[in-house]
C-alpha cells in the first residue's frame, strides 16, 4: 500500500494542526513487531520482573523520539497502535490489559518513542476483580484506552525503556526548539 497522502490526512487522527508524522520504513515496523513477540513471549514463559527488565534494557532500533516534537510523536504512536495489537492478536487473542499495554510500550519503544506501561490499583474498591490495571502512556497521554483511566487509579509502577528516555532527554535538553523544526520542514 502507498504512503497515505494528504488529501486523506484528516482520516487518520484529528485537524489540530499538527504535521503528520514521519513514515515508519516497513523494516523498522518488522523490527519493532519481532521485539515485540519476543518481550510477550518473555512475559508469558518467565513473567512480569523478567518482562519488565527485557523492556527496561530494549535498545531503540532508531532514534525516532529524539528526532520528532511530542505531539508528532503521539500522532506516530496513534498510528502504530494498529499494527502492534495485530501483532499482539496473532499470540494472544484474548490478552488482557497487562499483555496489551507491555506490547504497545514494548513496540513503541522499539520505535524509538518513549512510551510506558503503568501498573496502578483502583482507589475505590468495590469487587476485587478489576482492583489493578494496566495501560500504555506517551508523554502522559493513555494511549488505547479510556483517556480518563488516569483519574480513578493510583500509579503503583511506571516501566519503560531507559534508552529511549534518555534519547529524549538528551534531545529536549540540547533544544527543544530543533526537534520541532525537524518536524515540521519534512
Known sequence: MNR???????LLRDTDGVPP???????????????TLHALRVL??????????CLREMVPATPL????????????????????LTALRMVEPNAL??????????YLSALGLPAEIVI????TTIGA?????????????????????QLGFT???RVGSEEAMRATTRATKKGGTEATTKATSG
Open 44 to 53: 508469558r514463559r518467565r513473567g512480569w520482573p523478567e518482562a519488565q527488565r
Open 120 to 123: 496502578a490499583r483502583q482507589r
Open 21 to 35: 508524522p514521519p513514515a515508519v520504513p516497513l523494516r523498522l515496523r518488522l523490527t519493532a513487531t519481532a521485539r
Open 97 to 106: 490489559c497487562l499483555p496489551r499495554s507491555f506490547a504497545i510500550a514494548t
Open 65 to 84: 523520539g529524539a528526532e520528532v516534537s511530542p505531539p508528532v510523536a503521539l500522532r506516530l504512536a496513534h498510528r502504530q497502535i494498529v499494527p502492534c
Open 129 to 149: 476483580r478489576f482492583s489493578f490495571h494496566a495501560w500504555a502512556e506517551l508523554y502522559n497521554e493513555v494511549l488505547a484506552d479510556i483517556p480518563t483511566v
Open 155 to 157: 500509579v503503583l509502577q
Open 4 to 10: 497515505v497522502s494528504a488529501d486523506w490526512e484528516f
